[in-house]
């Protein structure tokens, strides 16, 4: 296994820090550092960027026109948007449904669908959980039935992450009820602004509505909008699941959200307090940790196997460490950390004395939101029974 870097990969590098760094606007990179608030137009806007210059598809192969990156390529491209200041991509076009259209869908289906997708002019959303299906997602109840040249979806999903915005939507759907849980599912697209469907936020408790339930009450999907095989949807969605996990481990984000946990320490006066120091130093070892765990991966891409049978592992540590970040940067804080009203939130501005910088205002919300991570995504008690089967055996 190599870990190196090689004078290629640097130069690269180089070249996809330059590009970011005068392309990044400003003021999204500020909301980014800071953990503000970031509106759909910060975060379409930087994807519609990146669409241009043809990176919005930084993973996809050159056929369905993706630049072809490597595995190493990607990571480095991640990486730097990363400690720029840069919106995560919203990963459920490009990231998500667009690798299960690229494998499974028709000819058709891929010159409708990935062109919105690789410009971001097309924000996707993800129809999975359900209120009886979460990490049980073989449990799903939302029917879909077969009539004539369309299927009539019934049902709900939920924690829906930003289906407020969405245009589209990929929905795991019950087609059958014959035989075991998972072969009676199909994988299917679905217009958000078809008649029928409903979204109803959900207001969390920093008064964000970063989550949502979606209805469907007797919506009509033309049946060429299936992807592959009807009653094959689990096959299908596995694939996509694998991609998820990966990307949420996100180890990119946690080596620049360490930084930022650094400053925090230092303006509030607690980089020279010992223990606290060997809290953020411990951190700091756990991230190395899992960057060579994803450096590992890729390397095992680069040879031509299959890392995906450890792609649990990577979410369980990655979603870990953004949990320890988050709590740190809290105690850093301290009471600083609760914003006094609502709107602090959207300034990350609190009052003119010590303890109202710019950095504490978010810091108790996203604390409480991160809680989330050891759970979305396939919880992190199923993952661990996962990669016991799989890698341990």
């Known amino acids: 296994m190599d870990l190196a870097f090689t004078p290629e990969e640097q130069a690269f590098r180089a070249e996809v820090r330059e590009w970011v760094r005068s392309h990044l606007p400003p003021q999204i990179a500020h909301k980014v550092h800071n953990a503000l608030r970031l509106t759909r137009e910060d975060m379409q806007g930087w994807a519609k960027i990146l669409g241009k210059k043809g990176w919005l598809a930084y993973g996809w192969p050159k056929q369905f026109g993706g630049p072809g990156w490597n595995a190493v390529q990607k990571h480095l491209f991640e990486e730097e948007c990363a400690l720029a200041g840069a919106p995560r991509i919203i990963p459920f076009g490009p990231v998500m449904v667009a690798p299960v259209i690229m494998a499974f869908g028709t000819p058709e289906q891929q010159k409708r669908f990935l062109p919105g997708i690789a410009s971001g002019e097309v924000w996707w959303s993800q129809g999975y959980s359900e209120p009886g299906a979460g990490s049980d997602l073989a449990s799903v109840k939302t029917r879909a039935e077969r009539v004539g040249d369309k299927y009539i979806v019934n049902g709900q999903k939920t924690w829906t992450t930003l289906g407020q915005y969405g245009d589209w939507m990929f929905n795991l759907v019950r087609t059958s009820t014959e035989g075991k849980p998972q072969t009676g599912i199909s994988f299917l697209l679905l217009d958000m602004k078809s008649p029928g469907v409903t979204v109803r936020p959900i207001k969390l408790l920093d008064g964000e509505c970063e989550v949502n339930e979606v209805f469907f009450d007797n919506v009509e999907v033309p049946a060429d909008q299936l992807i592959g095989e009807e009653n094959k949807g689990w096959t299908y969605a596995k694939h996509l699941l694998s991609h998820e996990r990966t990307n949420i481990a996100d180890v ?22 010992l223990r606290f120091r060997d809290q953020i130093a411990l951190l700091e070892v756990d991230v190395v940790a899992l960057e060579m765990l994803v450096l590992r991966v890729l390397s095992l891409e680069k040879s031509g196997k299959n890392p995906l049978d450890i792609a649990g592992l990577l979410k369980i540590r990655g979603s870990e460490i953004q949990q320890r970040y988050a709590e740190l940067m809290m105690l850093a804080a301290g009471p600083f950390s609760l914003p006094f009203i609502e709107e602090a939130m959207e300034a990350g501005w609190q009052g003119n004395f010590p303890g109202g910088e710019v950095a504490n205002a978010p810091l108790a919300s996203s604390y409480f939101n991160l809680r989330k991570t050891t759970i979305y995504g396939g919880s992190n008690e199923v993952q661990r029974n996962i990669v016991a089967q799989t890698v341990l055996g």
């Open 252 to 273: 990119n984000r946690a080596k620049r959200e360490l930084e930022r946990l650094k400053r925090i320490a230092k303006t509030e006066g607690l980089w020279d307090d």
